[in-house]
């Protein structure tokens, strides 16, 4: 009983650290990422302890893509100004975007269903795929 309150607790943290998280993105402001950190963080915890490696990987994956985020919103060229501003992807950036989305689809649909029978039988491929290709491709 203890630990599912202290779960719950530590899960409502996470939660509004991922609330806030969002907010300082919408802001462009540098917290998003120490602010994200505790929430994937959590995450990766809460998510490695329930065994829903999926959506650990997935938090692991946007801890490492924050802290680097977090490193290249720091950097300054010579003349002091940001060298990464927040901005909307051109048509080369879209093609990209979406030939990783593709990759990753492809990548995860064959490997769930390669892995459903003896290691993810709750797994549905197609739309697991699609969740898990789309949270990457947005990170």
Known sequence: MVERVHG???????VL???ASVWFSRKENILVYPVGLINTIIYIYLSAKGQLF????????YTIMSIYGWYLWTKK???QELLVLASFSD??????????FAAFYVSIFGALTYLKKDFAPGAI???????????????
């Open 91 to 100: 048509k080369k950036w879209w093609l990209y975007q979406c030939l990783f």
């Open 54 to 61: 999926g959506e650990a990987s997935v938090n692991v994956y």
């Open 8 to 14: 719950r607790q530590v899960e409502a943290v996470a």
């Open 17 to 19: 650290a991922g609330i």
């Open 125 to 139: 491929p197609w739309a697991d795929a699609f969740a898990s290709a789309t949270a990457f491709t947005g990170m």
């Open 77 to 79: 060229n010579k003349s």
